[in-house]
């Protein structure tokens, strides 16, 4: 029998830099209920949201992922022509082909890297980081380029007032890379398909076509509130447990930004320690999906409340439904 040759492996990956885009735009809660029965207090009372940001109509994933990724190259001291894959989690990317990332790598310059994105909703960012760690580790690659960018604004039906107000956009874009020490916990995972309807965008996009009536975002919104109650808390202490550590090692606590009811839950659960900080982006950011955990750790790093070489624990949780969970070191 043939033996293939295997990429020689590198011992241990770990996120070498971090850069987000936030659109200039900030639109209130005021702002949304001109459009739908509701108000500030409600909105900031069941879901923590202040405010969040738009992108304009001339800015969209690939533009905001772009801008994102810069950061993140500066920050990791990488240039474009070094990363082998640029990968975007997205679910608002303009076309259904060609991916968002092949229009990054080539707005980046990344000539020498493969791209492809990766569809994993509001775990897109947590799926990426585990696909990009082993890629590293088998020596498929050796510095990856991770992009959670939405413009989550242009599938929204701002008359639903079950998700006019929740979700916004942004990006935020990771260097994945060779490190001494691994930085990357184990990546707990999976996938529930028969809770599809849960959070959907209908109608499909060859019936929309058809009707001219385009596909928006609708989401049984208990149905994902106590799913993600349920059963996150247990996720995340999967993902502490297989990397060895406990909620003493953590310095902070960066779930994705659904709703702080759920976040304030889950620290329940959890037991975190006084010491640990837990990421409140959502209170200006509102939920941007795949963009959310990135976002919300470039804010506490940006507010010096997370320094170099301190572990977070992540978890991305949302439509499929799909989740995602690790500790990672901070680049
Ligand atoms: O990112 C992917 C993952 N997504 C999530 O994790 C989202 C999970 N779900 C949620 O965060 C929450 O379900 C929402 C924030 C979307 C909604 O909060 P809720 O506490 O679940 O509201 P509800 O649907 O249970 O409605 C409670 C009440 C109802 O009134 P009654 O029947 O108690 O009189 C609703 O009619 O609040 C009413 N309501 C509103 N009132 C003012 C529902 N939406 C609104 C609104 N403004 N926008």
Known sequence: MITLNTPA??????????????????????????????????????????????????????SMATAA??????????????LDLVMVATV????QTPSASVEVAAALGAVNAAATDTSAACAGFCYGLGIADGM???????????IGAEKLSEIVDFEDRGTAFLFADGAGAVIVGPTEAQGIGPTIWGADGTQLDAIIMEPD???AERSGKPS???????????????????????????????VNDLAAFVPHQANNRITDALIKQL????????????????????????LALDRLRENSE??????VLMVGFGAGLVHAAQVALVP
């Open 9 to 62: 492996p590198i011992a241990h990956a770990g996120i070498l830099g971090l850069g987000v885009f936030r659109p200039e735009r900030v639109v209130t809660n005021d702002e949304i209920c001109l459009k739908i029965d509701s108000n500030d207090e409600w909105i900031q009372e069941r879901s923590g949201i202040i405010e969040r940001r738009h992108a304009g109509a001339n800015e969209h994933v690939v």
């Open 69 to 82: 990724a810069r950061k993140a190259l500066a920050d990791a001291g990488i240039t474009a022509e070094q």
């Open 92 to 95: 608002t990317h303009r076309y």
């Open 136 to 146: 590293i580790r088998s020596g498929v690659a050796k510095y990856i380029l991770l």
């Open 205 to 207: 996009v060859f019936t």
């Open 216 to 246: 928006v975002l609708t989401m049984q919104g208990q149905q994902v509130f106590r799913w993600a109650v349920g059963q996150m808390g247990d996720v995340c202490a999967q993902a502490m447990a297989a990397a060895g550590v406990t």
């Open 271 to 294: 037991n975190l320690p006084d010491h640990v900080v837990v990421a409140r982006d959502i209170q200006y950011s509102g939920n941007t999906s795949a963009a959310s955990v990135p």
């Open 306 to 311: 997370v320094k170099s070489g301190d572990l």
